[in-house]
């Protein structure tokens, strides 16, 4: 009669490992292979985010850059609409009207016409007769351009917060209604008019909020 041999238990071990260590390297390389997925997904989503910001505010895409001026509006303040070297050499010919102001400044933000005295709602700024470059005081869109030789020709911009900026009494302007202009632009030069002949070569500044003329001072330390 044969014997009958016992089972070995380090043969069953043997077993287990061979097939142990497949299956737990296969759950890795599942899980790697996910992950890579999921990263490359999420990547191209972020690219394709920004390249569709990138597009909108580039103006050679046709975005004319509303996504950036409109971005850097809002955190700007409002500089002086001329070249900052300019500063000590120009300076306030006539006021602006302020119905809170002392008689003194407010006679002298009266303009006279035809022997009729006009209030200015903005100001009046000379470089001692001489023409000088006129600047966005602030990033934003031409509202208007009116081309006027009696009254003086004049730039419109809109601006966020509901400001709106106007340059009269300008010549050469160099935008037009629509288009985007970024602070410190240049967008004309001063000049003349007949209608405010005293002044001569002069910037009529004049801001607006919400729809409202209010005085640059308050934005300006004129």
């Given at each position: 009669?044969?014997?009958?041999?016992?089972?070995?238990?380090?043969?069953?071990?043997?077993?287990?490992?061979?097939?142990?260590?497949?299956?737990?390297?296969?759950?890795f390389a599942v899980l790697f292979v996910g992950m890579v997925w999921?990263?490359q997904a999420v990547t191209n989503d972020d690219a394709g985010e920004?390249?569709?910001?990138?597009?909108?505010?580039?103006?050679?895409?046709?975005?004319?850059?509303?996504?950036?001026?409109?971005?850097?509006?809002?955190?700007?303040?409002?500089?002086?609409?001329?070249?900052?070297?300019?500063?000590?050499?120009?300076?306030?010919?006539?006021?602006?009207?302020?119905?809170?102001?002392?008689?003194?400044?407010?006679?002298?933000?009266?303009?006279?016409?035809?022997?009729?005295?006009?209030?200015?709602?903005?100001?009046?700024?000379?470089?001692?007769?001489?023409?000088?470059?006129?600047?966005?005081?602030?990033?934003?869109?031409?509202?208007?351009?009116?081309?006027?030789?009696?009254?003086?020709?004049?730039?419109?911009?809109?601006?966020?917060?509901?400001?709106?900026?106007?340059?009269?009494?300008?010549?050469?302007?160099?935008?037009?209604k629509g288009d985007q202009v970024a602070q410190g632009a240049t967008?004309?030069?001063?000049?003349?008019?007949?209608?405010?002949?005293?002044?001569?070569?002069?910037?009529?500044?004049?801001?607006?909020?919400?729809?409202?003329?209010?005085?640059?001072?308050?934005?300006?330390?004129?």
């Amino acid at each position: 009669m044969r014997e009958e041999k016992p089972n070995n238990p380090s043969q069953k071990n043997k077993n287990r490992k061979s097939w142990l260590w497949p299956a737990i390297y296969s759950g890795f390389a599942v899980l790697f292979v996910g992950m890579v997925w999921t990263y490359q997904a999420v990547t191209n989503d972020d690219a394709g985010e920004k390249a569709q910001v990138s597009q909108s505010g580039d103006p050679a895409g046709g975005g004319g850059g509303e996504v950036t001026l409109e971005t850097n509006a809002s955190n700007e303040t409002m500089k002086f609409p001329f070249d900052e070297a300019l500063l000590d050499n120009v300076s306030v010919l006539q006021e602006y009207y302020d119905m809170e102001a002392d008689s003194e400044q407010r006679e002298k933000a009266l303009l006279v016409f035809n022997q009729t005295y006009v209030t200015n709602s903005g100001i009046s700024l000379s470089n001692g007769d001489e023409p000088f470059e006129v600047k966005a005081a602030l990033s934003g869109t031409v509202e208007d351009v009116v081309v006027d030789e009696f009254m003086g020709n004049k730039v419109t911009i809109k601006h966020a917060d509901g400001l709106v900026t106007s340059y009269g009494s300008v010549t050469g302007i160099l935008v037009e209604k629509g288009d985007q202009v970024a602070q410190g632009a240049t967008i004309a030069t001063t000049a003349a008019n007949e209608w405010n002949p005293t002044a001569g070569n002069h910037l009529l500044f004049e801001v607006k909020k919400d729809g409202v003329a209010v005085n640059p001072g308050n934005y300006l330390a004129f």
